[in-house]
């Protein structure tokens, strides 16, 4: 057993060297008011030292189970020198351990990995992965540790990977692995902190609590692998990993289910997840999270274009500025505000203040600089663009919207040679990842390719469940060519299905040589906001139509001659 000095709280895990309270070096020796043993020397001694330092020890107040045994007679000194080499074993051990791992070495990087719902309920992942998240989200607001972000570590959610691999793909030097299991009302979670260099493990722990204590155990888990990474928290930290934004425990629980769903990605989990996050606001009006939860599920629902940007963007910026007066610390909503402007507004200065300031509230959150990098590649500012993207990689190296991002930087920077190469890079990460194929089909079709610019965008299809789709954009592309497919786009809306239609079509009158209509539909995409037009600056494909009076007017009303 080990004893803080300093606060008395004793410990049963002989591995750790520190106190998680206050980082004081912690004593070897039992919980009484007798003088303990140092586990350590403040300096590495001889073992000769050491042998020395036990004889003097050993002979006045010999070691016994149960603390400082009266002086051994003769006949026991065997005994005592059998102990006395115990000690003197266990000391080099200890001696080791400790200037292996360093004295209060901290680690400046961490991956939280998905912890695994033991539950036996796969209803309940949305617990297991909502911890995962809220942890990974009160680590992150350590500006001294470097944590990665959810759509990196969950990647490895249901595989079997060890510890030293995970630590060199991400680049990290911890990882945390953790499991949530049930038994009736209580939630029992296992946690174990692994130095990704050498496999060994820094720290463990179960937590075992009443699930009306949810809010108060995630608070308590942030606080115990926060202090292990770090030997000492400012005041100012750890009211930073102590803020749940809520006390109310179904109101937490809702909010993790929202989240669970809004990470789906697809249209129905979105509207489930506003019923979730609906239902977390009506229980405590003043969770800022859940706030953030609506903004961002509706800007998503109209960006993706599963709800008219008319409707739903106005939505998701209330739900934001609700959340940032609610909270001004949050980066969350400063960022949908942000790409909001970006997107609906087409006010790229507005933006840019917004991405700006979410930066500067948590400098760890990749989507902040992915968003600021497309506004940026947006605004045709290449350079800084580039730098932004680099910092959300370095941050999230294998997120999928980032490394997807980054491709399309490249198209729209006409480096087609680098796109090339970095949407095959997004697609071996995950080749079930719709929209890398679809502007990888883009990429093909710039390059003349066309053949491999219908399959892909054929495959985009394939993948998002429209088979019908795919096969009529290759029998169309058999029969009458790429022409044929061109006046497919322009006619029949049959395979396009969602509100950016317009921006699909416009290219396809450019390549058709019908300017007229090419206007004609960019102006409509200008009437409902249609987030497409965004890129209007910069997109290879309107080339053609650049220096036409019309397209000068069209850059006036959108901002984007600045």
């Given at each position: 057993?080990?004893?803080?000095?300093?606060?008395?709280?004793?410990?049963?895990?002989?591995?750790?060297?520190?106190?998680?309270?206050?980082?004081?070096?912690?004593?070897?020796?039992?919980?009484?008011?007798?003088?303990?043993?140092?586990?350590?020397?403040?300096?590495?001694?001889?073992?000769?030292?050491?042998t020395q330092t036990f004889d003097q020890i050993s002979r006045a107040?010999?070691?016994?189970?149960?603390?400082?045994?009266?002086?051994?007679?003769?006949?026991?000194?065997?005994?005592?020198?059998?102990?006395?080499?115990?000690?003197?074993?266990?000391?080099?051990?200890?001696?080791?351990?400790?200037?292996?791992?360093?004295?209060?070495?901290?680690?400046?990087?961490?991956?939280?990995?998905?912890?695994?719902?033991?539950?036996?309920?796969?209803?309940?992942?949305?617990?297991?992965?909502?911890?995962?998240?809220?942890?990974?989200?009160?680590?992150?607001?350590?500006?001294?540790?470097?944590?990665?972000?959810?759509?990196?570590?969950?990647?490895?959610?249901?595989?079997?990977?060890?510890?030293?691999?995970?630590?060199?793909?991400?680049?990290?030097?911890?990882?945390?692995?953790?499991?949530?299991?049930?038994?009736?009302?209580r939630i029992i979670l296992n946690l174990e902190l692994i130095n990704?260099?050498?496999?060994?493990?820094?720290?463990?722990?179960?937590?075992?609590?009443?699930?009306?204590?949810?809010?108060?155990?995630?608070?308590?888990?942030?606080?115990?692998?926060?202090?292990?990474?770090?030997?000492?928290?400012?005041?100012?930290?750890?009211?930073?990993?102590?803020?749940?934004?809520?006390?109310?425990?179904?109101?937490?629980?809702?909010?993790?289910?929202?989240?669970?769903?809004?990470?789906?990605?697809?249209?129905?989990?979105?509207?489930?997840?506003?019923?979730?996050?609906?239902?977390?606001?009506?229980?405590?009006?003043?969770?800022?999270?859940?706030?953030?939860?609506?903004?961002?599920?509706?800007?998503?629902?109209?960006?993706?274009?599963?709800?008219?940007?008319?409707?739903?963007?106005?939505?998701?910026?209330?739900?934001?500025?609700?959340?940032?007066?609610?909270?001004?610390?949050?980066?969350?909503?400063?960022?949908?505000?942000?790409?909001?402007?970006?997107?609906?507004?087409?006010?790229?200065?507005?933006?840019?203040?917004?991405?700006?300031?979410?930066?500067?509230?948590?400098?760890?959150?990749?989507?902040?600089?992915?968003?600021?990098?497309?506004?940026?590649?947006?605004?045709?500012?290449?350079?800084?663009?580039?730098?932004?993207?680099?910092?959300?990689?370095?941050?999230?190296?294998?997120?999928?919207?980032?490394?997807?991002?980054?491709?399309?930087?490249?198209?729209?920077?006409?480096?087609?040679?680098?796109?090339?190469?970095?949407?095959?890079?997004?697609?071996?990460?995950?080749?079930?990842?719709?929209?890398?194929?679809?502007?990888?089909?883009?990429?093909?079709?710039?390059?003349?390719?066309?053949?491999?610019?219908?399959?892909?965008?054929?495959?985009?299809?394939?993948?998002?469940?429209?088979?019908?789709?795919?096969?009529?954009?290759?029998?169309?592309?058999?029969?009458?060519?790429?022409?044929?497919?061109?006046?497919?786009?322009?006619?029949?809306?049959?395979?396009?299905?969602?509100?950016?239609?317009?921006?699909?079509?416009?290219?396809?009158?450019?390549?058709?040589?019908?300017?007229?209509?090419?206007?004609?539909?960019?102006?409509?995409?200008?009437?409902?906001?249609?987030?497409?037009?965004?890129?209007?600056?910069?997109?290879?494909?309107?080339?053609?139509?650049?220096?036409?009076?019309?397209?000068?007017?069209?850059?006036?009303?959108?901002?984007?001659?600045?």
């Amino acid at each position: 057993m080990k004893r803080c000095p300093d606060c008395g709280r004793d410990y049963n895990d002989d591995s750790l060297s520190f106190c998680l309270d206050d980082g004081a070096e912690l004593l070897f020796g039992p919980a009484t008011d007798e003088p303990a043993t140092a586990i350590m020397p403040s300096e590495q001694v001889s073992n000769e030292q050491a042998t020395q330092t036990f004889d003097q020890i050993s002979r006045a107040h010999p070691i016994t189970e149960t603390g400082l045994a009266p002086v051994l007679p003769a006949k026991n000194s065997i005994i005592a020198a059998m102990i006395g080499i115990i000690v003197i074993s266990a000391l080099g051990i200890g001696s080791y351990l400790y200037y292996a791992r360093g004295p209060g070495k901290q680690f400046d990087s961490i991956a939280v990995m998905p912890f695994a719902n033991e539950t036996g309920n796969s209803d309940m992942d949305y617990l297991s992965d909502g911890m995962t998240e809220s942890l990974i989200r009160a680590l992150s607001q350590l500006p001294e540790i470097s944590v990665k972000a959810r759509s990196s570590v969950f990647r490895y959610k249901g595989k079997d990977s060890d510890a030293k691999s995970v630590a060199k793909e991400l680049g990290v030097q911890a990882v945390l692995n953790g499991s949530v299991s049930q038994r009736g009302d209580r939630i029992i979670l296992n946690l174990e902190l692994i130095n990704g260099e050498n496999e060994n493990v820094i720290w463990a722990d179960q937590y075992d609590r009443n699930a009306s204590e949810l809010v108060a155990l995630q608070n308590d888990i942030a606080r115990d692998v926060s202090r292990t990474l770090r030997s000492k928290l400012t005041a100012a930290d750890q009211q930073k990993i102590a803020n749940n934004y809520t006390t109310n425990p179904e109101a937490y629980r809702l909010y993790l289910q929202g989240r669970f769903y809004w990470n789906k990605r697809e249209e129905n989990d979105f509207r489930r997840s506003i019923e979730y996050f609906d239902q977390a606001v009506a229980i405590d009006p003043k969770y800022a999270l859940a706030h953030a939860g609506l903004a961002d599920a509706y800007a998503l629902l109209a960006t993706f274009g599963y709800m008219p940007p008319r409707e739903g963007s106005p939505k998701a910026l209330q739900y934001a500025r609700q959340a940032m007066a609610l909270d001004p610390t949050l980066a969350e909503p400063h960022t949908t505000i942000a790409y909001l402007s970006q997107t609906y507004s087409y006010d790229l200065e507005a933006a840019e203040v917004e991405f700006k300031r979410a930066i500067e509230l948590n400098p760890s959150y990749a989507t902040a600089h992915q968003w600021y990098a497309e506004m940026l590649t947006c605004s045709g500012r290449f350079d800084e663009a580039l730098a932004e993207f680099h910092r959300a990689l370095e941050l999230e190296p294998l997120s999928l919207p980032i490394n997807w991002d980054l491709s399309r930087f490249y198209y729209m920077s006409r480096r087609y040679d680098e796109s090339l190469a970095q949407h095959r890079k997004t697609i071996e990460l995950d080749p079930g990842f719709a929209r890398a194929h679809r502007t990888f089909s883009e990429l093909y079709k710039v390059k003349g390719d066309y053949a491999n610019a219908i399959e892909e965008r054929a495959r985009y299809f394939d993948l998002i469940s429209q088979p019908k789709e795919a096969a009529l954009i290759r029998s169309t592309f058999a029969k009458g060519g790429w022409p044929g497919f061109l006046r497919l786009l322009t006619g029949s809306r049959s395979v396009l299905t969602d509100s950016n239609n317009g921006w699909v079509a416009a290219k396809a009158y450019i390549d058709l040589g019908d300017k007229d209509n090419a206007f004609a539909e960019l102006n409509k995409l200008y009437e409902i906001h249609g987030s497409s037009l965004g890129w209007l600056k910069v997109e290879p494909q309107l080339d053609p139509l650049r220096g036409d009076p019309r397209f000068d007017e069209l850059l006036r009303k959108t901002g984007f001659t600045k």
